[in-house]
T-cell receptor, first 115, second 115 residues
Framework: ETGVTQSPTHLIKTRGQQVTLRCSSQ?????VSWYQQALGQGPQFIFQ???????GRGNFPPRFSGLQFPNYSSELNVNALELDDSALYLC??????????????FGPGTRLTVT | AQKITQTQPGMFVQEKEAVTLDCTYD???????LFWYKQPSSGEMIFLIY??????QNATEGRYSLNFQKARKSANLVISASQLGDSAMYFC????????????FGTGTRLTVIP
């Protein structure tokens, strides 16, 4: 196990609602990244947080937002849910700067279903 | 253009045999890193092996080795002595130095180990 935890494990929401997903980083890691993995696809980068600030963003609309707290835990918030938001959401922690051999350690994910 | 291409949606291998999972990549950044992750049905992404673009030798980690052919832009994963527990999705990923906060993933290969 990586030491990265996510909650909840499963979630069902209705279109138009808002959702908050949570991630607790591995001890000693100061950077957290969020990924969306649609069924049958590889993960896609949403954004990364370092020292409580957004530090890079993928091709996702502003209704995807996040927070990082002083203890390096993180939240992913999605507003105005759409059916296409149904996916596995993965959180990964790492040490800044993630150059060279250092890898991102992934949590088990939160499976979100939007109906 | 796809940054990571995995052309094998599914592969089968006999237990105790070796198997090669293909991965090609596309980047103009001279500095990059290549990763392989395993994703069991539980959803967690498990880091397997890393290869840096300037590494002179192919990476090895236990039964996993990476066949890095820089000129061909390929980074195939070789699993030796396959075990039933190796059955999972396998993802190739790349991180470019200029965008060190983003891992680009391929679409994955589902490996099934046959007893």
């Amino acid at each position: 196990e990586t030491g990265v935890t996510q909650s909840p494990t499963h979630l069902i929401k209705t279109r138009g609602q808002q959702v908050t997903l949570r991630c607790s980083s591995q001890s000693g890691h100061n950077t957290v990244s969020w990924y969306q993995q649609a069924l049958g696809q590889g993960p896609q980068f949403i954004f990364q947080y370092y020292r409580e600030e957004e530090n890079g963003r993928g091709n996702f609309p502003p209704r995807f937002s996040g927070l990082q707290f002083p203890n390096y835990s993180s939240e992913l918030n999605v507003n105005a849910l759409e059916l296409d938001d149904s996916a596995l959401y993965l959180c990964a922690s790492s040490l800044k700067n993630p150059q060279g051999r250092s890898e991102q350690y992934f949590g088990p994910g939160t499976r979100l279903t939007v109906t | 253009a796809q940054k990571i291409t995995q052309t094998q949606p599914g592969m089968f291998v006999q237990e105790k045999e070796a198997v090669t999972l293909d991965c090609t990549y596309d980047t103009s950044d001279p500095s990059y890193g290549l990763f392989w992750y395993k994703q069991p049905s539980s959803g967690e992404m498990i880091f397997l092996i890393y290869q840096g673009s300037y590494d002179q030798q192919n990476a090895t980690e236990g039964r996993y080795s990476l066949n890095f052919q820089k000129a061909r832009k390929s980074a195939n994963l070789v699993i030796s002595a396959s075990q039933l527990g190796d059955s999972a999705m396998y993802f190739c990923a790349m991180r470019e130095a200029r965008r060190a906060n983003n891992l680009f993933f391929g679409t994955g290969t589902r490996l099934t180990v046959i007893p």
